[in-house]
């Protein structure tokens, strides 16, 4: 299993931002994806998850709202659009599935 995020970065609050996850090494189309994420001093915590489907999806309360996770099972690839930052979603974000977790991508909300 390799999971590889990318689209992190820095971002005002108010702003946007999309993360990637590039997924391979098993049946995509098959799998439940969910985002985590851990943030400075603070254990780790779900943000997100989508059925091999597409069509359920599940949110943290506290990124209901403003987190849109997707997915693309043509591309092995699952998405968190994140709008509206706060400066309490500064992380590093994480894509998993079961205990596979990708190396993660740093997300800076900052003025």
């Known amino acids: 299993v390799q999971l590889v995020e990318s689209g992190g970065g820095l971002a005002q609050p108010g702003g946007s931002l999309r993360l990637s996850c590039a997924a391979s090494g098993f049946t995509f189309s098959s799998a439940d994806m969910s985002w985590a994420r851990q943030g400075p001093g603070k254990e780790r915590e779900f943000v997100a998850a989508i059925s091999w489907s597409g069509r359920e999806e599940y949110y943290a309360d506290s990124v209901k709202g403003r987190f849109t996770i997707s997915r693309d099972n043509a591309k092995n690839t699952v998405y968190l659009q994140m709008n509206r930052l706060k400066l309490e979603d500064t992380a590093v974000y994480y894509c998993?599935?079961?205990?596979?977790w990708g190396q993660g991508t740093q997300v800076t909300v900052s003025s």
């Open positions: 998993y599935i079961g205990a596979d």
